[in-house]
């Protein structure tokens, strides 16, 4: 949450800024926080009766280092196996569209007024039932 609440903000101001020039940037990181932070107590709440073996937990940083195995564990966990040519394109995607193929987003949380801490206060149960996500030390 703390690197993607400022890359969400930022989202969040360019669509803003389609509709109107006067875009508070700190408005925009308490409303995006606010927004986001509920729908993640929200998820957590109703994971909580969620089967199990219906939901697959994928970090960012597992899909990063190898896509296609996390693809094979959610097509194993479906019950679909996953073809030659499938792995073939998956591989292909990748191959031609590395990250940041399309640009670099730049943003900072200052801007939007996003501080790693309070923005960890605000996902504290999210942060408690995914402890694979990073919090600052």
């Known amino acids: ?13 360019a669509g803003r800024r389609t509709a109107s020039e006067d875009v508070d940037p700190l408005e925009v990181g308490t409303d995006s926080l606010d927004y986001w932070a509920g729908q993640a107590h929200r ?7 969620a089967p199990a073996d219906r939901i697959i937990d994928v970090g960012y940083d597992e899909i990063c280092a190898d896509a296609t195995s996390v693809i094979e564990r959610v097509f194993a966990q479906a019950g679909h196996p996953v073809t030659a040519d499938a792995l073939a394109g998956f591989a292909d995607y ?30 504290d149960g999210y942060l408690a039932r995914f402890p694979i996500v990073e919090r600052v030390r």
């Open 1 to 13: 949450p703390r690197e993607v609440m400022p890359s969400i903000a930022s989202l969040m101001e």
């Open 43 to 49: 998820h957590v709440s109703q994971r909580a009766g």
């Open 94 to 123: 990748e191959r031609t569209r590395p990250q940041g193929h399309f640009g670099t987003h730049r943003y900072t949380a200052q801007r939007y007024g996003l501080p790693p801490e309070v923005v960890e206060a605000r996902f």
